[in-house]
């Protein structure tokens, strides 16, 4: 899974030992970043900035379906090309199995 936000940063201290890597992948959570009410303009009504907050969420989830949609594009023509290697090592098996077949039945018939 991608997280698209990146967790919050801690402050750092000298006192402080490391993270280890098992410890620094552990916390993956999605941490949504807004701008605080004071920070936002006055003029702004609450409507236009929850719309605001609409709109990155729109562009993050298109963001999102279109990184999907590559990848299962990619995921099904590898399928594809799967399906036809497979094809063409069964009609390989086949023949050698035939092949096999009909040399046993002449050694057998002579």
């Known amino acids: 899974m991608i997280v ?11 006192t402080m030992p490391p993270e280890s890597p098992s410890a ?6 999605m941490v949504i970043y807004e ?4 920070a936002a303009p006055l003029h702004e009504s609450p409507q236009q900035q929850h719309s605001d907050h ?4 729109y562009q993050c989830r298109q963001m ?5 949609l590559d990848a299962l594009s990619s995921a099904e023509k590898q399928v594809c090309d799967y399906q036809s290697r497979f094809e063409t090592m069964n009609e ?3 023949k050698v199995v035939q ?3 009909n040399c046993d039945e002449f050694l057998l018939d002579h």
């Open 4 to 14: 698209r936000t990146p967790p919050p940063k801690r402050p750092r201290s000298e």
């Open 24 to 29: 620094a992948g552990s916390d993956r959570r």
């Open 35 to 38: 701008d605080s009410p004071l």
């Open 54 to 57: 609409l709109l990155c969420t």
């Open 64 to 68: 999102v379906k279109s990184e999907f």
């Open 92 to 94: 390989n098996f086949s």
């Open 99 to 101: 092949d096999y077949w």
